[in-house]
């Protein structure tokens, strides 16, 4: 009896460690933001304010609706590497069917605010729907099909501006992109609706399971019936006009519309995705992971901002955070794939 008693501890043991290594790519991220936050909370007076709060809610804005498009395609196991570009190109769009003032040399084409923001959404889901063509009609691999698109939709904004920069766009934008409500700014308000009903559709929707299925597991989404190449293509739309939306309030946030203005948001957007957890194989992950890699992004940046340290190293560090979130995920998939068999 008391030998049979005593065997009962282990396999209890090996039951904790199996379901913490399985949940490891959403424990390490979230104890990288518990990490941070308490480290620069130390070591910087400031870091730790209200205010301070409020800067990082608006530093991840843009970037976070740009991700929350972004989790749709990665859950497919598929990358779009147009975010940024689409992101731009929509933001110049939106100001180029703007009236500018006299002194911006740009030859454009004024129409009334609701128009320009429509002909905008219309031009980044045509993009995305470009993209959607070209990987499930021709069948180009995602990562080439949108590495062609990031530079399509960088020389719309260069035919667009031609070098030149653009300062007015429509009231609604300009409210949602740098107004505020009871002290709180729009387009935190707006990021957080994205997010959200991101996840509501993630998680409560027979699309929802479609994207986890098909990242999952392709072949056995296609036996149940599923049709694979309309989710596919349909998250390929959601992630341009995402982005779309974000490039329209960014150029808002920024004051002005112009090339290369969201260059950094693409490794911004995919770290965040992949730093969240969110597995790069498909099917693992969500907006809630997406919003933890937001946070340890937005937390690591302000940080380094607030102790003065050398914008270089800044770089570095970012890009070894970025590396271990890609060591954890890939090693994740491999526990994974370990306990299948």
């Known amino acids: 009896m008391t030998s049979a008693s005593t065997a009962h501890p282990a396999p209890a043991r090996r039951g904790l460690g199996a379901i913490a290594r399985s949940q490891m790519r959403n424990i390490a991220p979230f104890l990288t933001l518990i990490v941070l936050i308490v480290f620069f909370s130390v070591v910087s007076p400031s870091f730790a304010t209200l205010g301070n709060v409020g800067n990082i809610l608006t530093q991840v804005s843009v970037t976070g609706i740009i991700a929350a498009g972004l989790t749709f395609v990665i859950l497919c196991a598929e990358i779009d590497l147009s975010v940024a570009s689409i992101a731009n190109a929509t933001g110049i769009a939106v100001a180029y069917f703007t009236l500018q003032d006299s002194y911006v040399n740009i030859a454009n084409v004024p129409v009334p605010g609701w128009v320009a923001i ?5 031009a980044c889901s045509a993009l995305g729907v470009v993209n959607a063509a070209g990987l499930v009609v021709i069948g180009i691999p995602s990562f080439i099909m949108t590495l062609a698109m990031m530079q399509i939709a960088a020389g719309i904004s260069a035919l667009l501006v031609r070098g030149q920069i653009a300062y007015k766009i429509p009231a609604l934008i300009s409210t949602l ?54 989710i596919l293509g349909a998250v390929m739309v959601i992630s341009a006009v995402c982005s ?70 800044k770089i570095l560090i970012r890009g070894l955070i970025l590396l271990l979130a890609l060591i954890i995920n890939v090693y994740a998939q491999r526990l994974r794939e370990t306990s299948a068999d």
Do not use: W
């Open 118 to 122: 429509l002909l905008a959404l219309v």
């Open 177 to 230: 992109g740098s107004g505020s409500v009871g002290g709180i700014p729009c387009i935190v308000l707006v990021a957080a609706f994205v997010l959200l009903l991101s996840h509501l559709v993630l998680t409560y929707t027979r699309f929802g399971r479609y994207v986890y299925l098909v990242g999952s597991n392709r072949e056995a989404a296609e036996n149940a019936g599923v049709n694979v190449k309309l």
């Open 244 to 313: 779309g939306i974000a490039g329209m309030l960014g150029v808002a946030h920024f004051g002005s519309a112009q090339q290369n203005e969201f260059d950094t948001y693409l490794l911004d957007s995919i770290a965040a995705v992949v730093v969240g957890g969110t597995s790069l194989f498909g099917g693992r992950g969500g907006i809630g992971n997406t919003i933890v890699g937001l946070f340890v992004l937005g937390v690591l940046n302000n940080g380094l901002d607030h102790v003065n340290i050398d914008s270089f190293l």
